[in-house]
């Protein structure tokens, strides 16, 4: 199973009959006067990591909303699972087979872990029982099987985000969108448990678009990465990840993914107006 | 007006160790205590007036005259135009806020100008209007009672419902929630310090509505019992009447701050 990934990623060339789970069509993203993003044509095909990459500021969170259904798009078409996604909320038990991490989480400070994984499932009208097992199991999944009734402050920050990968993997949602999901960890231990992740989400057949800061985690998680001029943004490249998987850490001092970080962070300087502070 | 009710309170649990604890009883029942005694030298030292007297006295002369059967009656009057009028604040404040503040921008803005400026009125002038709608009794004196609790909890309950955090409302969309469910399950909960927080100060005023009303016109109830008293230069009665508002005030204020800390949980940013 863990090759299937592999697979896909480097068939979807061939597999063209294959429908894209999300499909990006010079998409255009604003609020309001505000243009966030212009002309976004992407896909994620099933199965795969997509990582976005860019400079703070350049739309990627805009981006995931959209997919999301919570921003519609300016222009352009945007389409999951062959669905438009126009960002009217859709009301009744899960819209589409979308779950989202946010960036600043989202979690409820007022319910402990457990109960902020079973809302999703709340949501969805699944009963008490089976909503409090399931959630359960989803915490375990992400290594906090042991302090389901702490409350969000009472976790730190990467456990957090570890309640926020669980209620986001407890809905059965195939399509994952998460926003910068390890911002609170350090580099190595973003890496260990982003590779636990995917492995995790490749048991489960999920679909993933990832957005990160990190160049190094882009490049040992994703399948593909998308990289993102500053703003208004639009894709600058798409860049095929080379490495085998399941990826060990030892591919971090391979020479491929050297080459693959030196060229992503070329390609972020290209457009570095050098003024930041 | 949260700030001053719910310091206390924040100040007393900060101080989570045994013996912090037990020095802050200290002080707490000693001010007391020490109050108490000074009242009563005072009042002893230079005789009592016509409308205070010791607290002995009180509770000797007054407290029986107010424990009798016909003033308890007018004790239970009031007792229920409070709890009627203290009903309809905190089932239609909240109600009202939370769709007033979660409704649209332009409704809460405009909304929130129109309440503060109702929040800012003396209701006292108005109450003969309200005799002349409801007639004398019951009716105008619970809904003048009603009228003072709900419009701070209103003011309160929309502010408190504007500012939840848009992420938190998001995140239910994304989990597919409608409108109601995200009310029900992410406003109410993210606001409920904030309510019942507003519920007391509702409750205070809406009890202050209605003495006001029974001391106004009116023909029964704490509130006539006070005036009479009043009249008749009755000391001990007066202030054993006025200890025993304040004593249910001070027991519906502490019974609401539980339900607060209990609403709190998860929220070391709340009292
Ligand atoms: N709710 C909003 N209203 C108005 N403008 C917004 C809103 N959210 C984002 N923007 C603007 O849209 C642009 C893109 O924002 P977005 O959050 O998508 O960036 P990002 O790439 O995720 O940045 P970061 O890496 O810092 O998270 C920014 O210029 C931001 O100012
Ligand atoms: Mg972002």
Not at chain 1, 167 to 185: G, H, K, M, N
Not at chain 2, 171 to 196: E, H, K, N, Q, T
Request: hydrophobic share 50%.
């Amino acid at each position: 199973m863990a090759g299937q990934r592999e697979e896909s990623a480097r068939a979807g060339g061939v597999r063209e009959a294959e429908r894209p789970r999300v499909a990006a069509r010079d998409l255009t993203l604003a609020y309001g006067d505000t243009t966030a993003a212009t002309d976004l044509t992407f896909d994620v095909r099933p199965g795969e990591f997509v990582s976005l990459i860019g400079p703070s500021g350049c739309g990627k969170s805009s981006a995931l909303r959209a997919v999301g259904g919570l921003l519609a798009p300016a222009s352009g078409e945007l389409l999951v699972d062959g669905t438009p996604v126009d960002g009217t909320p859709v009301d009744g038990p899960r819209p589409r087979d979308v779950a989202f991490v946010f960036q600043d989480l989202a979690l409820y400070p007022w319910r402990s872990a457990v109960r902020n994984v079973e809302i999703a499932l709340q949501f969805a009208g699944v009963g008490r029982a089976e909503r409090r097992a399931r959630a359960l199991d989803a915490l375990r999944a992400v290594g906090l099987g042991d302090v389901p009734h702490r409350f969000p402050h009472q976790l730190s920050g990467g456990m957090r985000q570890r309640v926020a990968i669980a209620r986001a993997l407890v809905s059965d949602a195939s399509i994952l969108l998460l926003d910068e999901p390890f911002a609170a960890l350090d580099e190595l231990s973003r890496l260990k448990i982003g590779e636990q992740l995917v492995t995790l989400l490749e048991e489960h057949g999920k679909t993933v678009l990832f957005v990160t800061h990190s160049l190094s985690e882009a490049a040992y998680l994703s399948d593909r990465i998308i990289v993102m001029t500053p703003r208004p943004a639009t894709i600058k490249e798409v860049i095929e990840v080379p490495l085998p998987r399941p990826r060990e850490p030892q591919v971090l001092r391979t020479p491929e993914f050297h080459a693959l970080t030196d060229r992503l962070s070329a390609l972020l300087l290209e457009d570095d107006p050098g003024d930041v502070r | 007006m949260t700030a001053i009710t719910g310091a206390a309170p924040a100040a007393a649990r900060r101080t989570a160790r045994p013996r912090e604890a037990a020095a802050v009883r200290l002080v707490r029942w000693g001010t007391v205590a020490a109050l108490v005694a000074v009242w009563e030298a005072v009042t002893r030292l230079t005789g009592s007036g016509d409308y205070l007297t010791s607290p002995s006295r009180i509770v000797a002369d007054g407290l029986p005259k107010v424990l009798e059967g016909d003033s308890l009656t007018l004790v239970g009057y009031t007792t229920y135009r409070f709890l009627a009028a203290f009903a309809v604040t905190a089932v239609a404040g909240p109600a009202i806020g939370l769709l007033l503040g979660r409704l649209n921008k332009h409704v809460y803005l405009g909304g929130r100008d129109v309440v503060s400026v109702l929040y800012a009125l003396p209701m006292a002038p108005l109450y003969p209007l309200f005799v002349l709608w409801l007639g004398l009794g019951d009716g105008s004196e619970i809904a003048f009672g009603a009228i003072h609790g709900i419009i701070p909890v209103i003011l309160m309950t929309m502010t408190a419902g504007a500012a939840v955090e848009p992420a938190v409302l998001d995140s239910g969309r994304a989990m597919g929630a409608g409108r109601l469910r995200r009310l029900l399950f992410l406003v109410v909960p993210a606001c409920l310090p904030d309510i019942i927080g507003a519920l007391k100060i509702g409750a205070a005023l809406s009890l202050l509505g209605v003495l006001l009303a029974e001391l106004m016109i009116s023909v029964d109830g704490v509130g006539t019992f006070i005036s009479t008293q009043i009249t008749n230069h009755g000391a001990a009665p007066l202030d054993a009447m006025v200890l025993v508002v304040c004593a249910g005030a001070l027991a519906v204020n502490a019974l609401l701050s539980a339900i607060e800390r209990r609403a709190s949980r998860g929220r070391p940013d709340r009292p």
